[in-house]
């Protein structure tokens, strides 16, 4: 009996999930479907420019396994762009991870989902104060 898949730590949710070629109507394309954990792997090295090790350690899974993750997801977006394909995020083995803030007037501490918002943005729900990450 196979081991279930274990499940991956994202920090970033997808706003877009649909890229494709311009000029070309969406019926006429094939598509590269890329899950939301190769999505976070190309997030964390390529655009953070963090190292392996620690892109791994952010998701909660080997190093091995996120190089395999970086190599899919690099692997289909080269053939999205070099054979005109559409690029489709969705699925996949992941949970959105959690961030620990801590308000600075009345140090009330506050689990929260990463969103698209800009941490600057929250505020403490017991007193309005602003929050830090901790």
Same mark, same amino acid.
């Given at each position: 009996?196979?081991?279930?898949?274990?499940?991956?730590?994202?920090?970033?949710?997808?706003?877009?999930?649909?890229?494709?070629?311009?000029?070309?109507?969406?019926?006429?394309?094939?598509?590269?479907?890329?899950?939301?954990?190769?999505?976070?792997?190309?997030?964390?090295?390529?655009?953070?420019?963090?190292?392996?090790? =620690?892109?791994?350690? +952010?998701?909660?899974?080997?190093?091995?396994?996120?190089?395999?993750?970086?190599?899919? %997801?690099? #692997? !289909? &977006?080269?053939?999205?762009?070099?054979?005109?394909?559409?690029?489709?995020?969705?699925?996949?083995?992941?949970?959105?991870?959690?961030?620990?803030?801590?308000?600075?007037?009345?140090?009330?501490?506050? =689990?929260?989902?990463? +969103?698209?918002?800009?941490?600057?943005?929250?505020?403490?729900?017991?007193?309005?104060? %602003?929050? #830090? !990450? &901790?």
């Amino acid at each position: 009996m196979a081991r279930p898949p274990k499940f991956r730590s994202v920090e970033f949710e997808p706003r877009y999930t649909y890229f494709k070629p311009a000029a070309v109507p969406k019926w006429q394309l094939e598509e590269v479907v890329l899950t939301v954990e190769e999505l976070e792997a190309i997030r964390l090295k390529d655009m953070e420019g963090l190292e392996q090790e =620690e892109c791994a350690e +952010r998701m909660h899974i080997s190093r091995p396994t996120f190089q395999r993750s970086l190599i899919n %997801a690099r #692997k !289909k &977006i080269a053939e999205s762009i070099v054979e005109g394909k559409a690029i489709r995020i969705e699925g996949g083995n992941y949970r959105l991870a959690k961030r620990v803030f801590k308000c600075d007037s009345c140090d009330n501490e506050l =689990e929260i989902r990463h +969103r698209q918002e800009q941490d600057s943005d929250l505020l403490c729900p017991r007193c309005g104060g %602003a929050i #830090k !990450k &901790i």
